[in-house]
C-alpha cells in the first residue's frame, strides 16, 4: 500500500486508536470508579444505559481501528517495518480479546445488579485495555510518523 490510500488508512487508524485512547482512559479514572456511587436500585438501568451509549462511541472507533489494522498487516505501507505492524495488531488483539472476553461478560453480570466485587474486577481488569489501547495510540502515531 502507498500513496493517497496508505495516508488515508493511516490517519484513520491515528484518529480510532487516539479516540479509543481517550475513552478508555476516561472509562478508567472517571466513569468505572464513579460506577460505585450509583444507588444499587438505579444501578441496573444505569448500566444497561452505559452498555448501550458507549457502544454507540467505541463501536466506530474500534471498527475502523480494527480495519486499519489488518490493512496496514497485509498491505503495509513503505516505511512501516513488520515488527511495528506484527506489534499493533498484537496489542490490538489483545484489547479486543480483552473487551470480548472480559469486559463484555462482566457488564453482562453487572446489567442483573450491582456486585461490588464484579465491578472492582472490572476497575482491575480494564487496565489490560487502558494499556493496550495507549500503545495503540503510541504505535498509530509512530507509524503516521514514520510513513510521512
Not at 444499587?40 to 466506530?60: C, M, N, S, W
Not at 474500534?62 to 505492524?85: D, Q, T
Not at 453480570?109 to 485495555?129: Q, V
Request: charged fraction near 10%.
Amino acid at each position: 500500500m502507498s500513496g493517497s490510500i496508505a495516508e488515508a488508512v493511516l490517519i484513520a487508524q491515528v484518529l480510532a486508536s487516539v479516540g479509543m485512547f481517550g475513552v478508555i482512559w476516561t472509562i478508567q479514572l472517571v466513569h468505572y470508579p464513579l460506577m460505585a456511587n450509583i444507588p444499587p436500585t438505579a444501578f441496573v438501568d444505569y448500566e444497561r444505559q452505559h452498555t448501550k451509549v458507549i457502544t454507540l462511541i467505541v463501536g466506530p472507533l474500534m471498527a475502523v481501528e480494527g480495519i486499519c489494522v489488518l490493512a496496514v498487516f497485509f498491505a503495509r505501507p513503505s516505511g512501516i517495518s513488520f515488527w511495528l505492524a506484527l506489534t499493533g495488531g498484537i496489542v490490538e488483539a489483545l484489547a479486543i480479546g480483552t473487551t470480548a472476553f472480559v469486559s463484555a461478560p462482566l457488564h453482562g453480570r453487572l446489567e442483573k445488579g450491582y456486585d461490588a466485587a464484579l465491578l472492582s474486577r472490572l476497575i482491575r481488569t480494564n487496565w489490560i485495555r487502558t494499556v493496550a489501547w495507549t500503545t495503540r495510540g503510541f504505535i498509530a502515531v509512530a507509524m503516521l510518523v514514520l510513513f510521512l
